[in-house]
T-cell receptor, first 114, second 116 residues
């Protein structure tokens, strides 16, 4: 069975500091991994994805994530956090193949303080 | 980029009535649409998967007679909450994908349903 774990309910960082939001996954076969961000009462916005190739993936708004197969992790990172990055972040996994359904982690609230 | 529009963004209805939520892909043909439910500060729970022209596939525990899904065209899927009760109050989100970019799902902005 596929699953995604985000071990932290909330991450607090100061503006300008680097941030990391953790994600580990479990899936048979090759995983397709995604990060989405959600602002209050809004749908999800796509940040980045890993399908194949380079383990370091760069996405929107300066975010990046590193796929680590041995640790089955796909942590989201940003070198310098902004207050506007404060939101709810979801990691998701899809088993390889077309139109497979996404399995989401429980979400991590990122709070960036000035 | 691919845009998914969900309507209405917010709806309040009386207990016992039915509510229809629309999900439209504006600039692409969506071969598959997904409906999710989200409780406050919780993750998205997949309710059902719908493919154009066929019956929706519901996840375990989701009442198909209560949550009617129709995917009549490649650009429109609807979710109808029938005989709504206060416990159906939630945030409902749709997503859509299409074959040529099937690795990525595009999400609507969500619908906040409040049943009073």
């Amino acid at each position: 069975a596929q699953s995604v774990a985000q071990p932290e309910d909330q991450v607090n960082v100061a503006e300008g500091n680097p941030l990391t939001v953790k994600c580990t996954y479990s899936v048979s076969g090759n995983p397709y991994l995604f990060w989405y961000v959600q602002y209050p009462n809004r749908g999800l916005q796509f940040l980045l994805k890993y399908i194949t190739g380079d383990n370091l993936v760069k996405g929107s708004y300066g975010f990046e994530a590193e796929f680590n197969k041995s640790q089955t992790s796909f942590h989201l990172k940003k070198p310098s956090a902004l207050v506007s990055d404060s939101a709810l972040y979801f990691c998701a996994v899809r088993r390889g193949g077309n139109t497979g359904k996404l399995i989401f982690g429980q979400g991590t609230t990122l709070q960036v303080k000035p | 980029g691919a845009v998914v529009s969900q309507h209405p963004s917010r709806v309040i209805c009386k207990s016992g009535t039915s509510v229809k939520i629309e999900c439209r892909s504006l600039d692409f043909q969506a071969t598959t649409m997904f409906w999710y439910r989200q409780f406050p500060k919780q993750s998205l729970m997949l309710m059902a998967t719908s493919n154009e022209g066929s019956k929706a596939t519901y996840e375990q525990g989701v009442e198909k007679d209560k949550f009617l899904i129709n995917h009549a065209s490649l650009t429109l899927s609807t979710l109808t909450v029938t005989s709504a009760h206060p416990e159906d109050s939630s945030f409902y989100i749709c997503s859509a994908s299409f074959l040529t970019r099937a690795t990525e799902a595009f999400f609507g902005q969500g619908t906040r349903l409040t049943v009073v």
